[in-house]
């Protein structure tokens, strides 16, 4: 019974992937400090939220709808709210969910002691992406818009809830120019 129950034990650990680290999930969109997200963003308030697209479809997105002509489109795009004018800057983020494989170091280890040596340490680690848009906000009058305590923050949170759901929805980005 008890060589069953530690082949049993023994059997689950070497199939097991050991989390290391699990991107965030997010249901809409978060603000959230743009260190705290993730490391290399600035320090300011930033609207966050998952982008299911493929790689630079909200860059595409940016400069179709506001007409930039590849021009300074991840930094200062203006938009005007309530007779004010903003900028917004964004960031295509990827935050890795990482696991650690113990079934293959399990068996390296066994193959190491056997002499025949590792085979499988490239799959020691496993990764899959997530990726993530981060928007701040700023002006002539507010340096941080989304801070806590910012007058425009409600309606600069609305103007973002617009555009994530207009990016999102969209597929011919040509649209949004008819919308303006």
């Known amino acids: 019974m008890k060589k069953t129950l530690i082949l049993f034990i023994i059997l689950i650990t070497a199939q097991s992937c050991i989390p290391i680290r699990i991107a965030p999930n997010i249901d809409d969109y978060k603000v959230t400090r743009g260190k705290k997200f993730k490391k290399s963003l600035p320090k300011r308030e930033m609207f966050v939220f998952e982008d299911p697209k493929e790689s630079d479809h909200f860059y595409n997105y940016v400069d179709t709808k506001f007409q930039l002509n590849d021009e300074n489109v991840y930094d200062d795009v203006p ?50 992406g997530h990726w993530y848009i981060a928007i701040e906000v700023y002006s002539d009058l507010e340096k941080d818009c989304l801070q806590f305590n910012a007058l425009s923050r409600e309606a600069v949170l609305k103007y973002l809830r617009t555009l994530k759901q207009e990016y999102l929805i969209t597929h011919n980005y040509n649209e949004t120019v008819f919308k303006n």
């Open 79 to 128: 938009f005007i709210l309530n007779n004010t004018q903003y900028f917004f800057s964004f960031y295509e983020v990827e935050i890795p969910t990482k696991v650690v494989n113990l079934g293959v170091m399990f068996a390296d280890a066994m193959l190491d002691d056997a002499g025949i040596g590792p085979l499988f340490e490239d799959s020691y680690g496993n990764r899959k």
